[in-house]
């Protein structure tokens, strides 16, 4: 009878490519949520049950529940709007306002942006969701 101890080896776990792993999965999710919502205003939009296809010269106009007003995610005072559009609207005649309006807003709001927009005689289209 063998009484002696026998020699193990040293059990080890190599855990360098995991890291890896998981870095490389941390960039891919980090990079795809930026691409997934490109608005960087955060809106609840009116919904609709119809839409159409959006026109190729377009401006984005947000306005927010506080009424905070974005040109091109850019922020605007609402006495500066008319200047800012009407600039945008010399480097392209046949431009056309994209209104993203949070539903909460009163009408009002949006009725101003409506006269500057007659005023410069631009399209001016309503941002929805589509209903569920």
Not at 24 to 48: E, G, Q, T, W
Not at 68 to 86: H, N, T
Not at 103 to 131: G, P
Request: hydrophobic share 45%; charged share 20%; no cysteine.
């Amino acid at each position: 009878m063998n009484l002696r101890k026998r020699k193990r080896g040293n059990v080890e776990v190599h855990t360098s490519a995991l890291n890896d792993i998981m870095f490389f999965l941390l960039l891919f999710f980090l990079l795809a949520s930026a691409v997934v919502n490109p608005n960087v205003v955060k809106l609840f939009l009116p919904r609709s049950s119809s839409g159409q296809a959006m026109p190729q010269k377009t401006i984005n106009v947000s306005i927010t529940k506080n009424l905070e007003y974005f040109v091109e995610k850019e922020p605007v005072a609402a006495d500066q709007l008319y200047q800012r559009i009407e600039a945008y609207q010399k480097a392209s005649p046949d431009l056309t306002i994209i209104l993203y309006a949070d539903r909460t807003i009163a009408i009002e709001n949006v009725i101003n942006l409506t006269d500057i927009a007659n005023k410069l005689k631009i399209k001016l289209v309503l941002a929805t969701e589509t209903k569920q």
